[in-house]
C-alpha cells in the first residue's frame, strides 16, 4: 500500500493564531439563537481548505464585552479555534473570518496572532 507522503515544510515561519467565535448569533444583528450546524461546517471547510488543519479547544469560554453601537454590556460563550497559519497567508485567515462574521452573525471576530489582538469585521 502506498503512503500519502508529507509535503515538504518550508523555512517561512509559521505563527499559531486562535479565534473566538461566539455559540449564538448577535442579538443585535439577528435572534441570539444558537448557530446551526451548517456555520459551523462552513467554518470548518473554509479553514481546512486553506490549511489543512484546525483545532476545537475543548468547551466554552465565557466573556463580555461592551457592545460599539448600544454601549450594553454583552455576556456570551464562546468557542476557540487554534490553527497554524504562515505568515504570508495571514490575510488568508483575515477574509475566512470576515466572512464568518456573515456565516455567524456577528460584528466581528476576535483573532489573535502571535499574542497580538485584533478585532476582524465584515467589510
Given at each position: ?42 467554518l470548518d471547510k ?42 504570508s497567508r495571514l ?33
Open positions: 500500500m502506498k503512503r500519502k507522503g508529507r509535503r515538504r515544510q518550508s523555512s517561512e515561519r509559521v505563527v499559531e493564531c486562535s479565534f473566538f467565535i461566539p455559540i449564538r448569533r448577535d442579538a443585535n444583528l439577528s435572534d441570539g439563537l444558537p448557530h446551526g450546524s451548517k456555520a459551523w461546517e462552513q473554509a479553514v481546512y481548505d486553506l490549511f489543512e488543519g484546525m483545532t476545537a479547544a475543548p468547551g466554552y469560554h465565557r466573556g463580555f464585552y461592551r457592545d460599539p453601537d448600544t454601549g450594553q454590556r454583552v455576556d456570551d460563550e464562546s468557542r476557540q479555534f487554534i490553527v497554524a497559519v504562515p505568515e490575510d488568508e485567515l483575515r477574509q475566512v473570518l470576515a466572512d464568518a462574521c456573515g456565516w455567524f452573525f456577528q460584528k466581528c471576530i476576535y483573532l489573535s496572532i502571535a499574542g497580538q489582538v485584533e478585532f476582524v469585521k465584515k467589510p
